[in-house]
């Protein structure tokens, strides 16, 4: 380049590639700040949690882990590791999220609803291959670790070690940029990562879906070949220890006899004979990828898929499986198997599955691309390994997508017109179908409303779907957010925060459901809203004991039940329409829609998504107006009292360990019935979304709701008849261990009576 006093990174802005806006970060970045997670409290605080910490350990915490077999709502034994590695995620909202690092590793992923895998996955990677005239002068993985991880020897043949000093990363969720230098080429890739999180869309933003676009730059003076692999086994999540009742309801085994109401295929429920089977596809004229299907952590079937665009310049193949495990090539041949699959053109193609001992192992595959490109492209050939292998370690199959393209030679020496091509690929995870631990509610993924449930035709149209339609992902997505960016009256910091703060969103264990299935249920109760299906055949619990709402009513005679009807009628519209949302509190604290955390953190969807907003709130309405009886063992007494209160706000909607929104107040800490923020919480967010949305129906909704809580609050809490609510001296508010007596700062709330 004849500039080098001017940066890459700038001059691709001013190509205007980048972004200007987000966050920064080269790939050799160090972090100078070093957190841990908080362990030992302060001598002053040992009297107050001494005893409830001896009630936490020997009366929950050992019962939970080694009788119960499941992981506690709060760990305070095993915390998460603190790894500052982490950039934008990719995925839309409640479809299960995978996590990037700034260096482009795929990093922390949450595909089983509300469970966590941070581990790395090391064959998830991109590789460039770069030739001139037929000879190959560049082939490397783009990660700047030196050597693949302990658990992937199979790997070290791969060309590791991409110089971390070249390597630029720009996050501004949902999108986010990373660049690689490869300064003797004079050349430049640049990825961009794009998400279909999209405000006031509730189509596009549920999908399981991501697209990477890349750019390649060239300022050489040679016609050079680039091919960009794509590589794919994703997460591998532990195998969580199975509790007795991990499929059972409290009731008895999930009822089967109801399966022919729902729009599920059983099809999906069969018993595989394999652990993991790859495939290559088409669909369309332009739209080529593989697929894996595998079943993650032992209990999750999901169908991983990777595609590319054939363009004109651009010429796509394909690898069905490769072998990366140590014990990879000791299994034993099976017989092949044939199935007939529908391709995306609609004609039948015969794909022949061979074991995976005949798929070619890493280093034949990475010899492979160094010496031209995937050879040949088996387009009707895939892989198996088996249930009963003999391998004691399971084989790992990975695929892989390569997309080549001819660069021209730059034929003018300036910075700003270097010869470009582009390339695009696509992922999707196909896990339509989830339970959570107790497995007495079987839920279908939110956009599974639009594609099929099962795993090859499904996946396959989700790939599709997102390249033909990402570029209007991004055309909205600028639309949302350059108002902001391009306004000088805010600080750059404030641009980049605004947004990348949303990733919780995505990366939050967050799941948008629809229930299809409850243990014994009804067919009548097929129409009821989604909160009621799920809570309906429940011991111990009244949905609506007071009659607040109209869901009781049959036929309205008064002019007070007539708008009951009507608001409830507008209530169960919109519960229909959305379903079930839910995001986790925190990584450490597993508790779905903790809601004094919420009423911080809703801004960001009544203001992109009021639909969700709305639904969540009236699901939390109609937790606080109903009773569970349910006995609770409560850590901070010691005492068993009922699991909710009626018209008290829930601090929870439940951990995915247990049953959401069955089995709500998954914080046993406290008795949070006694809290005297939630209920005042509750009361402003209703104000304010209506104030928002100016939806009346809403409101109408929430008054009686509204006014019965107020009326029980100052009951219960005003104690010198001024009417303003005191605090107890106990922990009674959301700052858990902290005390306070007298007037109370959400008193605030009563002012809006």
């Known amino acids: 380049m004849d500039e080098p006093q001017i940066s890459v990174l700038e001059v691709i802005r001013k190509l205007g590639i980048v972004p200007i806006y987000g966050w920064e970060a080269r790939f050799d970045h160090e972090y100078k700040i070093k957190c841990r997670p908080f362990t030992v409290p302060r001598a002053s605080q040992m009297s107050d949690i001494l005893g409830m910490s001896f009630r936490y350990?020997?009366?929950?915490?050992?019962?939970?882990?080694?009788?119960?077999?499941?992981?506690?709502?709060?760990?305070?034994?095993?915390?998460?590791?603190?790894?500052?590695?982490?950039?934008?995620?990719?995925?839309?909202?409640?479809?299960?999220?995978?996590?990037?690092?700034?260096?482009?590793?795929?990093?922390?992923?949450?595909?089983?609803?509300?469970?966590?895998?941070y581990d790395v996955q090391p064959v998830d990677q991109f590789i460039v291959t770069v030739r001139k005239s037929d000879v190959t002068v560049y082939h490397q993985v783009l990660s700047p670790l030196t050597k693949p991880p302990s658990n992937a020897k199979r790997l070290k043949k791969w060309k590791w070690g991409f110089d971390p000093e070249n390597g630029h990363y720009v996050g501004l969720y949902p999108r986010s940029w990373t660049v690689y230098e490869i300064p003797e080429l004079q050349l430049v890739l640049v990825c961009q990562q794009i998400s279909p999180v999209i405000p006031h869309d509730y189509q596009e933003t549920c999908l399981p879906v991501a697209i990477f676009y890349w750019k390649v730059i060239s300022w050489n003076n040679e016609d050079l070949r680039v091919t960009i692999t794509f590589s794919w086994h994703g997460p591998n999540p532990r195998k969580r220890s199975k509790s007795s009742d991990v499929s059972k309801s409290e009731n008895g085994n999930i009822s089967n006899e109801n399966t022919a109401n729902t729009h599920v295929s059983t099809s999906e429920n069969a018993s595989p004979v394999y652990s993991q089977r790859s495939t290559a596809f088409s669909a369309g004229d332009n739209v080529l990828g593989c697929l894996l299907e595998r079943t993650i952590g032992g209990e999750l079937p999901c169908c991983f898929g990777i595609a590319a665009k054939s363009m004109d310049k651009v010429e796509v193949s394909r690898c069905p499986g490769f072998c990366f495990h140590d014990k990879a090539l000791h299994g034993t041949l099976h017989d092949s198997r044939h199935n007939p699959e529908v391709s995306g053109n609609g004609h039948s193609d015969l794909i022949t599955y061979l074991?995976?001992?005949?798929?070619?192992?890493?280093?034949?595959?990475?010899?492979?691309?160094?010496?031209?490109?995937?050879?040949?492209?088996?387009?009707?050939?895939?892989?198996?390994?088996?249930?009963?292998?003999?391998?004691?370690?399971?084989?790992?199959?990975?695929?892989?997508?390569?997309?080549?393209?001819?660069?021209?030679?730059?034929?003018?020496?300036?910075?700003?017109?270097?010869?470009?091509?582009?390339?695009?690929?696509?992922?999707?995870?196909?896990?339509?179908?989830?339970?959570?631990?107790?497995?007495?509610?079987?839920?279908?993924?939110?956009?599974?409303?639009?594609?099929?449930?099962?795993?090859?035709?499904?996946?396959?149209?989700?790939?599709?779907?997102?390249?033909?339609?990402?570029?209007?992902?991004?055309?909205?997505?600028?639309?949302?957010?350059?108002?902001?960016?391009?306004?000088?009256?805010?600080?750059?910091?404030?641009?980049?925060?605004?947004?990348?703060?949303?990733?919780?969103?995505?990366?939050?264990?967050?799941?948008?459901?629809?229930?299809?299935?409850?243990?014994?249920?009804?067919?009548?109760?097929?129409?009821?809203?989604?909160?009621?299906?799920?809570?309906?055949?429940?011991?111990?619990?009244?949905?609506?004991?007071?009659?607040?709402?109209?869901?009781?009513?049959?036929?309205?005679?008064?002019?007070?039940?007539?708008?009951?009807?009507?608001?409830?009628?507008?209530?169960?519209?919109?519960?229909?329409?959305?379903?079930?949302?839910?995001?986790?509190?925190?990584?450490?604290?597993?508790?779905?829609?903790?809601?004094?955390?919420?009423?911080?953190?809703?801004?960001?969807?009544?203001?992109?998504?009021?639909?969700?907003?709305?639904?969540?709130?009236?699901?939390?309405?109609?937790?606080?107006?109903?009773?569970?009886?349910?006995?609770?063992?409560?850590?901070?007494?010691?005492?068993?009292?009922?699991?909710?209160?009626?018209?008290?706000?829930?601090?929870?909607?439940?951990?995915?360990?247990?049953?959401p929104w069955r089995c709500t107040n998954a914080y046993i800490m406290f008795p949070t019935d006694k809290w005297k923020d939630l209920n005042s919480k509750f009361i402003l967010q209703v104000w304010r979304d209506w104030r928002i949305t100016q939806d009346h129906q809403y409101l109408l909704y929430m008054l009686p709701i509204v006014l019965r809580i107020l009326r029980k609050s100052l009951v219960a809490w005003d104690s010198d008849d001024d009417g303003l609510i005191e605090n107890s001296g106990f922990p009674d508010q959301t700052y858990d261990v902290w005390t306070a007596k007298g007037l109370t700062f959400v008193s605030r709330c009563e002012c809006l009576v």
């Open 355 to 659: 074991s995976y001992t005949k798929a070619p192992s890493a280093s034949q595959f990475w010899n492979n691309l160094q010496y031209g490109q995937i050879p040949p492209d088996f387009h009707s050939i895939g892989y198996t390994v088996p249930l009963d292998s003999e391998a004691k370690k399971s084989p790992k199959l990975a695929i892989a997508v390569s997309a080549t393209t001819n660069v021209p030679r730059c034929s003018i020496a300036n910075n700003l017109n270097p010869s470009q091509s582009e390339l695009e690929f696509a992922i999707t995870w196909h896990s339509p179908i989830v339970k959570f631990r107790t497995g007495d509610v079987v839920y279908t993924r939110r956009y599974v409303r639009w594609f099929p449930v099962d795993g090859i035709p499904g996946a396959k149209l989700l790939l599709k779907h997102a390249i033909d339609n990402w570029r209007q992902w991004v055309q909205k997505i600028e639309d949302w957010q350059n108002p902001i960016l391009n306004n000088q009256s805010l600080p750059n910091w404030y641009k980049s925060a605004l947004f990348n703060e949303l990733y919780y969103l995505s990366d939050g264990g967050t799941v948008w459901l629809d229930p299809i299935q409850v243990d014994c249920f009804k067919s009548d109760l097929l129409n009821c809203i989604p909160l009621d299906l799920v809570r309906s055949y429940k011991n111990g619990v009244d949905l609506d004991p007071y009659k607040l709402t109209g869901r009781k009513i049959k036929t309205p005679t008064t002019v007070t039940e007539d708008m009951k009807v009507d608001s409830w009628d507008h209530r169960a519209r919109l519960s229909r329409e959305i379903g079930l949302f839910g995001y986790l509190e925190g990584h450490e604290y597993r508790m779905y829609n903790t809601y004094d955390v919420h009423h911080d953190a809703s801004w960001a969807l009544i203001k992109l998504w009021p639909k969700i907003q709305l639904a969540l709130n009236y699901d939390c309405a109609d937790l606080a107006i109903a009773e569970d009886s349910t006995s609770v063992y409560y850590i901070y007494n010691g005492k068993k009292l009922s699991r909710s209160s009626e018209c008290a706000v829930v601090h929870d909607f439940g951990d995915p360990e247990d049953e």
């Open 57 to 117: 350990a020997f009366r929950f915490y050992i019962k939970k882990r080694f009788i119960q077999h499941r992981s506690p709502f709060i760990d305070a034994v095993s915390h998460v590791p603190w790894r500052p590695i982490y950039g934008v995620p990719i995925g839309g909202i409640g479809s299960g999220s995978i996590g990037r690092g700034y260096c482009g590793e795929f990093c922390r992923s949450s595909l089983i609803p509300g469970m966590y895998c």
